[in-house]
């Protein structure tokens, strides 16, 4: 790191730099570590060595000042307050400060240093750390550096318990239904989805009804959400295992990389199921498909099996059916419940309207021609979003069906995309079909200058592949620009995945606070009644048992009854939150 990257602004470290002369390495690191954190932090490391001769000596010369002398060099560590920054997670924290609320839980810091993808947290106590050398390290020099500097970069990362009371507070329904399940003590849970706060609050929440910490496996799809690096961090502090299970491994599209990656982490999971069973505990998994996908609920004889099963998405149904072997667990389809059906997806198509809008802010949309592919669930959404924002929107869709529905409902529509890109020449194509919506003979009608916004992984896959030939410069924090062989320039905006997930928070934690709210009651049904249910996939038994928790009169009077109570807003503090989940 360049002396540039510590920043013009923070003059009190150019000049300790400049004063002190270090010829060795430094690092800087920035986030919620206050001054009482980055002391701890150092005592941490300096208590979790093992010294063969001399030890090191910590000198602490105040607030967030100290020197380590180690093979006589000496590390020198000062921080100095941030300028104020916007938040850290979706909410702003309003309580008074960290070290009350942090302390209770035995940990100290938040947000990210070097390869952090988010904004610095609770800006009111944001602090950027500098820890320098006094010269060239030796060998047990640089491992003190190293540890301090990785340390610190992990208290840094992690959310504060105040930024979690948040997180916790903008998901009431959650709350609602967050009592202890007895049937939990005997059960192991491992979560597979988009490491984004709401899977925060639903974690916190099946760990209040009596999921233990240390059986808790979260698995990230992989996708490039806002802050997932402070989620991993997190769930790590909270005690779970926290690992990647790339969508691209589980669609057969990864590269040997990944796959490599995949096959450790398969194994890792492996052994958390077969500790879990050794203990007497059965396993839970909540997943799109992707575990089961791989077997691990089929009788094969393969693979260490789990026990239970709640499917998330549409897409991880079509891989259960596509599984080897027969199914042999019990699969709780909240995919295609009244509760996603009805509420899910109109947040979800939210999300990926302001998304689309955020990432290109400078385009005009009122007007101009958008071809969406796929009038599913989440495209007739989309569809009349746009519409109801200015646009000319036209629909393909090869169940006709659907077709039908989108002319009714007032759309233009074409059988298929080159009938569409041959009458039209749209500004945006929106992929929302789940499946390879453009392919090779398509390619060569998309005209110069088009967006392409997938909001499924597969949509745009023939260009995220490389399977068309076009040549590819990526756009930071935009998405990637291909030119094409016909000698077009199109831009596929964020990764080729969901563009909602794109460095972005996806959905809202009141927007979600229902369908997590239900994945909760799903579980523990599913663990307290698992004897009792049949291998294979239920639904009714979802739509039924919201029906009896009261969950569609709870959302209305949460959210939408005619003065809001208390409880729902931003900032307000009347939720009770706090110490209900800190062991």
């Given at each position: ?49 093992t010294w063969p001769r001399e030890p090191a000596r910590l000198h602490e010369e105040g607030p967030g000042r100290c020197t380590v002398r180690v093979e006589g060099v000496v590390l ?508």
């Amino acid at each position: 790191m360049s002396l540039s990257e510590v920043g013009l602004n923070h003059v009190q470290h150019e000049e300790e730099v400049s004063q002190c002369g270090p010829s060795g390495p430094f690092e800087v690191v920035d986030g919620c570590l206050d001054p009482d954190a980055v002391l701890t932090a150092v005592r941490t490391v300096i208590a979790g060595q093992t010294w063969p001769r001399e030890p090191a000596r910590l000198h602490e010369e105040g607030p967030g000042r100290c020197t380590v002398r180690v093979e006589g060099v000496v590390l020198t560590v000062r921080s100095a307050p941030l300028p104020a920054g916007p938040p850290g997670t979706l909410d702003a924290v309003t309580s008074a400060g960290p070290a009350g609320s942090v302390a209770s839980v035995g940990h100290t810091g938040s947000v990210a240093s070097a390869g952090h993808t988010g904004s610095v947290a609770s800006a009111a106590y944001a602090h950027r750390v500098l820890v320098s050398a006094s010269g060239p390290l030796p060998p047990r020099a640089q491992s003190v550096f190293a540890a301090l500097v990785a340390e610190l970069g992990r208290r840094a990362q992690c959310y504060t318990q105040a930024e979690a009371d948040t997180i916790v507070a903008a998901m009431p329904l959650l709350g609602r239904y967050d009592a202890p399940e007895p049937a939990f003590a005997d059960w192991a849970l491992i979560f597979r989805d988009h490491y984004v706060e709401n899977s925060v609050g639903l974690l916190l929440a099946m760990e209040r009804a009596g999921i233990a910490p240390e059986w808790i496996y979260a698995l990230s799809k992989g996708d490039r959400t806002l802050h997932r690096d402070r989620v991993h961090t997190w769930f790590l502090h909270r005690g779970y295992a926290s690992d990647v299970l790339d969508n691209s491994v589980i669609n057969g599209t990864a590269d040997e990389a990944a796959r490599a990656e995949a096959l450790a982490v398969d194994a890792r999971v492996e052994d958390f199921i077969r500790r879990a069973h050794a203990v007497g505990r059965k396993v839970l998994v909540i997943d799109d498909g992707g575990l089961l996908a791989q077997g691990r609920g089929s009788d094969n004889g393969l693979v260490e099996p789990v026990d239970a099963a709640i499917e998330l998405t549409v897409s991880g149904l079509k891989r259960i059916h596509d599984a080897p072997g027969r199914l042999a667990v019990p699969v709780l389809n909240l995919a295609r419940s009244q509760l996603k059906s009805r509420l899910g997806y109109n947040e979800i198509a939210d999300s990926c309207v302001r998304r689309l809008r955020a990432i290109v802010p400078g385009e005009k949309f009122i007007g101009r021609h958008v071809l969406v592919l796929g009038y599913g669930t989440l495209g007739n959404r989309v569809a009349h979003a746009l519409r109801a924002l200015g646009c000319r929107v036209h629909v393909v869709d090869t169940d006709i069906l659907a077709l039908i529905t989108a002319a009714e409902d007032g759309f233009e529509t074409h059988r298929t995309i080159a009938e569409a890109l041959t009458d039209h020449r749209p500004f945006l194509v929106i992929g929302s079909s789940g499946g390879t919506a453009v392919t090779e003979r398509d390619v060569p009608l998309l005209a110069d200058g088009t967006l392409l916004a997938g909001f499924a992984t597969k949509d745009f896959s023939v260009l995220s592949e490389g399977r068309c030939g076009a040549t590819s410069t990526p756009v930071p924090y935009v998405g990637v620009r291909h030119h094409l062989p016909h000698g077009a320039t199109v831009t596929l905006l964020g990764d080729g995945r969901s563009l909602n997930l794109y460095e972005y928070e996806g959905i809202a934690n009141r927007g979600y606070d229902a369908y997590r709210a239900g994945t909760l009651l799903a579980a523990k049904r599913l663990c307290r009644d698992v004897d009792s249910l049949t291998p294979g996939v239920h639904l009714d038994v979802v739509d039924e048992l919201i029906d009896e928790a009261g969950l569609f009169p709870a959302y209305y009077d949460c959210y939408l009854r005619e003065g809001r109570p208390a409880g729902t807003g931003p900032y307000d503090t009347t939720t009770p939150v706090g110490d209900a989940y800190v062991r």
